[in-house]
């Protein structure tokens, strides 16, 4: 994993109190849904026992291709808080590279998305073959459903190598592999 | 004809059609010749109006089919593992029966908080489908299996579907095998190779097509010609519809945006054409599950409305854009289905939801659309829960009735 000192000095640590109450000691993500290309994703911590939360800067993500919810394979993710089923550095499957595993949920009307994730569009060692995996268009956003951070190397920041940063060493977690961690992420509508 | 939903529900789509009707006046009559020279593809936004009867095709919503038979089903058809990637209701190739699913939920979830804040545990048992037939002149309804959903009927009562290998479990892959009736009382036949996360889509001749679900809901299409005999189709795609004499798929696919449709040989997969969305110019991303083909046309939902494709000639062309009205059905119009003709589609439009209701719940409505006016009717307008669905039969060929 690597270490970005100035990600913390250009953190943007506000004092600021959240929408969405502290699920635990542990930080988590919170996805705004905005649009399915640009909406935004952020990590939320508190790194004393006060209720107020630190953020860690915010990153611009991608959920689905359409704003349906029940449209398995192209709706955005459903809003509300997620459980974590595991968290990869070099998750090598149909997703690759940094991967984190968020439970299956339910849509409105009970439709249930399954199998999403937290990724980017990269090679399980984190490089680019734009052959297979590269993240060199900002219709790289689009999911099925999935949050998509960018990777770097086609003039687009390395966020979710910065995300990654955040997850494990703000109040996160070490862990790697099959783990159930309790509300990991809140997605807001 | 017995109303699908209750008056109080019918008060508030007759308001809200109201409002559609006023949009239908502003909208109405445009049409747009729009495209590239070498499309010259209409592009039309289609309007809304209030039926003032019942509208074509068969409908299924909150326990009940509507429109060309009308039946009280053992509950509310749905398919939460698989939305409508397949039908939730398939009327059988003479349109005497219906083969349905549905989801009993074995413990309540509520959307807005984790599992692990309900109680929720690794395995922790939380919803079970059972798959049903129904007689239209009988009035019974009988369960053909239990842990299953997502039925393929095909024109000689062959029905194929997905048979979990337990319920529905919390943090576990609902798993299972693809298995075949050759008719509703024979006995299951196991077709696939090892258990997966499978939807089935439709008949195309002897040859099944399905969808294993892989991570981030990629869809892989398989082609399945007997037990145990799978194979690839086509990796990241969906299947929007099968041509009339089911020799051939009319397949999406969605590795890249924008993707791309192609018209595949069902029997060696070979791909005959394929047209990218993008050349199109017309903003299309992308083409979904949910079509159907009649004579040389196809009808797909894409993001932008109902894409009217054209495979006469060894070619596809776009020939019309039917836009869905950001004002109407800004969440899109899913499950166009030629009705009768290739002049009439039924559909569903989408819309999303409002402040006072459940998040992420769209206002669902049944549509009977005339392709030369590019007018549609609008009949119920229903919650998202109560699974308002048009109920139709994509397996190819089909003898019959069924739409």
């Known amino acids: 994993m690597r270490t970005r000192f100035s990600l913390a000095v250009g953190a943007a640590i506000a004092a600021i109190t959240i929408a969405a109450a502290p699920a635990s000691a542990h930080g ?17 911590y508190y790194p004393s026992s006060n209720p107020t939360a630190y953020y860690s800067p915010t990153w611009r993500a991608g959920s689905g291709d359409s704003t349906n919810c029940s449209y398995v394979g192209h709706g955005w993710l459903p809003t509300g808080w997620y459980d974590v089923w595991g968290h990869w550095d070099h998750y090598d499957s149909t997703i690759k590279g940094l991967a984190t595993y968020l439970q299956d949920k339910k849509c409105g ?34 999911s099925n459903g999935c949050i998509k951070l960018s990777h770097s190397g086609y003039g687009f920041p390395d966020d979710i190598q910065d995300a990654h940063w955040w997850w494990h060493n703000r109040d996160g977690y070490s862990f790697h592999g099959s783990t159930t961690v309790n509300d990991a992420l809140y997605v807001h509508s | 004809m017995t109303p699908i939903r209750d008056l109080s529900r019918r008060g508030k789509a007759a308001a809200l059609l109201a409002v559609l009707g006023f949009v239908a006046l502003v909208v109405v009559g445009v049409v747009q010749p729009v495209g590239s020279a070498s499309t010259q593809s209409d592009v039309r936004t289609l309007a809304v109006r209030q039926a003032a009867g019942p509208v074509k095709g068969l409908f299924v919503a909150a326990g009940r089919a509507e429109g060309a038979r009308s039946a009280a089903l053992v509950g509310t058809a749905a398919a939460p593992l698989s939305g409508w990637i397949s039908p939730v209701a398939v009327p059988t190739a003479d349109g005497d029966r219906l083969v349905y699913s549905t989801w009993r939920e074995l413990r309540h979830q509520d959307p807005k908080l984790s599992w692990s804040k309900q109680g929720i545990h690794p395995g922790d048992a939380l919803g ?71 939807i089935t889509a439709a008949w195309a001749g002897s040859t099944l097509l399905a969808y294993r679900v892989g991570e981030g809901e990629q869809l892989d299409v398989l082609a399945f010609d007997g037990p145990g005999k799978q194979r690839l189709l086509m990796a990241d795609a969906n299947v929007v519809a099968v041509s009339p004499d089911g020799t051939e798929a009319f397949l999406a696919n969605e590795a890249d945006i924008p993707g791309s449709v192609s018209v595949v040989s069902v029997a060696d997969g070979t791909i005959l054409e394929t047209l990218d969305l993008g050349s199109l110019n017309q903003g299309i991303l992308w083409a979904a599950y949910g079509g159907s083909w009649s004579g040389d046309l196809v009808a797909a939902p894409t993001n932008t409305g109902v894409a009217v494709f054209d495979v006469a000639n060894g070619a596809i062309s ?63 307008t229903d919650p998202g829960r109560a699974w308002l669905h048009p109920a139709y039969n994509p397996s190819r060929p089909l003898k019959g009735g069924a739409s």
Not at chain 1, 29 to 43: K, Q
Not at chain 1, 116 to 131: M, R, Y
Not at chain 2, 340 to 351: E, L, M, P
Not at chain 2, 358 to 363: C, I, R, Y
């Open chain 1, 28 to 44: 988590h993500f919170e996805f705004h849904r905005t649009s399915n290309l640009n909406s935004s994703l952020v990590w939320v």
């Open chain 1, 109 to 142: 009307d009970g439709t249930l998305r399954t199998q999403l994730f937290i990724h980017s569009k990269e090679l399980a060692n984190w490089g680019s073959s734009c052959e297979t995996y590269c993240f060199d268009s900002s219709s790289d956003y689009y």
């Open chain 2, 128 to 198: 079970k489908p059972t798959l049903w037939i129904h007689d239209f002149e009988s009035g019974r309804n009988k369960a053909i299996d239990a842990n299953s959903f997502s039925a393929a009927v095909r024109s000689d009562g062959a029905i194929a579907y997905v048979r979990g290998t337990d319920v529905y479990r919390a943090f576990t892959t609902y798993t299972g095998e693809i298995v075949v009736r050759s008719s509703v009382s024979a006995q299951p036949v196991v077709w696939s190779a090892k258990p997966a996360e499978y």
């Open chain 2, 318 to 380: 776009l020939r019309e854009l039917l836009k869905s009205d950001p004002n109407a059905f800004a969440d899109g119009i899913v499950e166009p289905q030629f009705s009768g003709d290739t002049q009439h589609i039924i559909a569903r439009g989408d819309a999303p939801p409002g402040d006072k209701k459940a998040p992420d719940e769209d206002s669902t409505t049944a549509l009977d659309c005339d392709l030369a006016t590019a007018v549609c009717l609008a009949r119920t």
